[in-house]
């Protein structure tokens, strides 16, 4: 820790130098039940035929196509009807030439038919059925394997399982899959000012708001996060915690302490403990952030203001978590509305600002102080202003990255 | 169960329906960490002044406003440095005319003081301070009370929390908070053909995807799944199962059996245990759906195969999972995009069309059979066309509902 100021790097390279620290994160078996939302680290290939024979899709009777050529209303064919097909019967039903069998949706096929009829084109008189319009060879059948055929890829892995992907897997009978742990975020907040939050601070003290930030935004992202402790400016208890944090975590995040003041323990812990790969990035709030390493466990040193916390978590530890949990594209709200007034902007400096979003479907930045613990709470996401530009005009679309 | 036909509503018409059954849902106490996500109960207020007293939020000197007023580079006040306050002091230090303090960031403004100088625009020479630039009073102060004032209102109940939310709750004290229970949903598969997932289907079976379906669908909307079980058709099982479900359900799900064939228990089970408020969506699949109640429980009787399945969660019961939750916003995730090919619909029928959306960022419509399982893993939403108009062209600019 030798200079005094910090060399600032842009968001983007931040982004890049976290995303390449990522851990490998293994992978464990949950009822499929329990599986969606998560990440699936097998290929799963189906274990059978589906449908596992031929199903009619419609209600009606099964005949084969040939004896339907000429149907009309007028001069409708005539089938006998040989019985009724039940639902879930085991033994294959057989009908032979000039008859027909009366099926429901998803009934087995019998031998001797090669296509269904629907209900409504048909009269049952005494006995016979009238078929009043032709039907193709084929036509109202799923053929066995149709939907996936037995050792086919159902899902490769690394998917991120929906609602119906659940419903695809247990047709295929994954009645258990393996899929991503869920990464441990350990948290540490740091400040000689910093009491529980069951406490209430006396003059000079603030609650640890922090710690509550970095685990719900690491809950929300997919991860389980695990509270370190606060450590009180404590430049021993922050080495032992840092040096035990790899065994149980897969990522560590510090709030608090991280200028490069003499008082700032936690980058003073990181320098001696273990790497610093950057520190100080291009970000308001949010410019003393710390990029390192423990060990192999990634650590991110984050300015100690909630305003500025929060703004770190979402412009940069974000892509850590989504690396992590391999969860790429959900979460991800993006809100493209217009600017409710002018954003100006310094050219070459990339910005991040806290916008509203109002009634009127508009963007509001949120100006005043970047201290304010309300401004964050106000305001619904960040909209960036890139580097290459001066601000945005009113009435200009931009995307809103909503919290 | 007196016809044979149903009498076909509107999507719309549904979704009123069901919303007009909702019940109540009780509340529960959540620790902090756990409330991301949850639909906050109770109206939370500041239990303190925030900041409790007057912080500074730059490094710097605390100064009287009042003897900076002249300051310039080259003829710059000159202060007397009596000490540096420390962070998380419960005691305030005391200044006077022509002195100045050392202040952090977070520090507590001294007595006599009404402003900050930021360090950068100072020098320290040998027991003094130059101040090169006036300050104003208040000036990089953020006053006791400024973010929220003890017993202000931050949050009203009904609001999904946010991570940032979080933090909001953990400064004002609110380690623990009311939230609204979860919906517990209970489902209801049924089938004479149904075998559960761990078996291997015998000719004629197919495995229960609608469970699985079913269940994900209710956990990801926030709600906790519980499987009553498979019903094989039996009228009297179908009966009892639901006789017992009000007492610990807050929403019935069954699927399958919803047809008004004299084989579909479901129909019969609701009509002779509740009560039947519409039977038969004009949605393709998914037509025969029920929308009744048990006792005060409602019940949403879902058609079988897993496709019809699918849209009757997202188009109907979606709305009724976000009544009972409160969650309005969160997990609709709605994109626009333009349409890869036209799509005829026939006008005054609202439809439902599914669709991939592809690598160009197109909305393609997947046509095929209705009851193709795969049709459901491949697409990723379902697009609406109003009964008011004939279908899209190719070009056309969509809203997809991603599943």
């Known amino acids: 820790m030798s200079k005094d100021f910090l060399n600032l790097i842009s968001v983007e390279e931040a982004v890049k130098i976290a995303k390449s620290i990522v851990p490998v994160i293994g992978s464990e078996p949950v009822a499929l039940e329990d599986a969606v939302g998560r990440v699936l680290s097998e290929d799963v290939h189906s274990d059978i035929n589906i449908p596992g024979f031929d199903r009619s899709w419609k209600d009606g009777y099964a005949v084969s196509a040939a004896e339907t050529v000429n149907a009309t209303v007028s001069m409708p064919s005539m089938l006998k009807l ?5 639902m879930g019967a085991g033994e294959r039903m057989t009908m032979g030439a000039g008859e027909c069998l009366n099926i429901p949706t998803g009934g087995q096929m019998p031998k001797g038919a090669d296509a269904v009829v629907m209900v409504e084109y048909t009269d049952e008189v005494e006995g016979d059925v009238l078929i009043k319009r032709p039907v193709a060879p084929g036509e109202n059948v799923v053929l066995e394997g149709e939907d996936f055929s037995e050792g086919e890829l159902v899902f490769a892995e690394g998917r991120v399982l929906s609602a119906s992907d659940i419903g695809g897997l247990a047709a295929v009978g994954a009645s258990r899959v393996s899929v991503r742990k869920k990464p441990v975020v350990g948290i540490i907040s740091t400040g000689i000012e910093i009491i529980p939050v069951d406490e209430k601070p006396k003059a000079g003290e603030v609650r640890d708001v922090n710690t509550y930030l970095c685990s719900a935004f690491a809950k929300k992202h997919g991860c389980i996060p695990k509270h370190l402790g606060i450590v009180r400016d404590d430049e021993k208890a922050m080495r032992d915690i840092l040096r035990n944090a790899p065994a149980e975590c897969d990522l560590i995040l510090v709030s608090g302490g991280s200028s490069k003041d003499i008082k700032d323990v936690t980058a003073r812990a990181v320098y001696s403990e273990g790497e610093v790969l950057a520190h100080g990035v291009m970000l308001a709030p949010g410019k003393p952030t710390i990029i390192g390493k423990i060990k192999d466990t990634p650590l991110i040193g984050i300015p100690g203001h909630p305003a500025a916390t929060y703004m770190v978590l979402s412009v940069i530890v974000r892509h850590l978590l989504r690396e992590m949990t391999g969860i790429l594209k959900e979460n991800e709200s993006v809100v493209k509305v217009k600017l409710a ?3 100006p902007s310094e050219k070459g400096r990339e910005e991040y600002v806290r916008v509203r979003i109002t009634d009127e479907n508009l963007a509001e930045p949120l100006f005043g102080k ?12 960040v909209i960036r202003v890139p580097g290459g530009r001066e601000g945005y005009e009113a009435g200009d679309e931009v995307e809103v990255f909503l919290w």
Chains 1, 2 share one sequence.
């Not at 201290?371 to 305001?379: A, E, R, W």
């Open 370 to 381: 970047s201290g304010i613990l309300n401004t964050l709470v106000k305001s619904d996401g």
């Open 82 to 86: 040989t019985g009724r097909i039940p």
């Open 341 to 343: 007034e002018s954003l």
